[in-house]
């Protein structure tokens, strides 16, 4: 992605992939839950897109010089000193729906989980090194499990056949 979401204070939530089922009402419910419940935040211009591993691909190549598909990528626009977070987030349900079977959890708690990760992410986290990894998991795993209580989904909870 090359530039910043327009609008500001929003969420926008675009599934660009016809690889997996996604319940975009359910899940832009979930996105809002994390950022206003858990994290008690007011303002925030975030954009998600569900994108294939093809497109995936070619955005982790141009932009990490990585190789194939990724789960997440994050783009942070926001200014040096500004608190709103504002960013992208590009997430492959395809490589989240391997990773769900590997991981004997469901598409939708992986791509929560994603999710969460990215927000971490525009909130200052990083995992460069072994123990910013290490740390950023721990949180993730514990803003997950908030999420799971707060907002409840059968689907967040079963693994995928």
Do not use: W
């Amino acid at each position: 992605m090359t530039k910043a979401p327009s609008s500001t204070g929003g969420l926008t939530l675009r599934n660009q992939q016809r690889d997996c089922p996604i319940d975009p009402r359910a899940l832009r419910a979930r996105v809002r839950a994390h950022l206003e419940t858990q994290l008690g935040l007011t303002a925030y211009d975030i954009a998600i897109h569900l994108i294939s591993p093809r497109r995936m691909a070619s955005i982790n190549q141009k932009h990490l010089h990585h190789e194939g598909p990724t789960d997440v990528i994050t783009f942070d626009y926001r200014s040096p000193h500004q608190e709103t977070l504002q960013g992208e987030l590009l997430i492959c349900p395809a490589v989240a729906r391997a990773h769900a079977r590997a991981h004997r959890t469901s598409l939708d708690s992986e791509i929560a989980r994603y999710i969460i990760h990215g927000i971490l992410h525009l909130q200052g986290y990083d995992d460069r090194s072994p123990a910013a990894r290490r740390a950023m998991k721990r949180e993730e795993d514990r803003r997950l499990k908030a999420l799971l209580r707060i907002h409840p989904h059968a689907a967040l909870k079963r693994p995928l056949e």
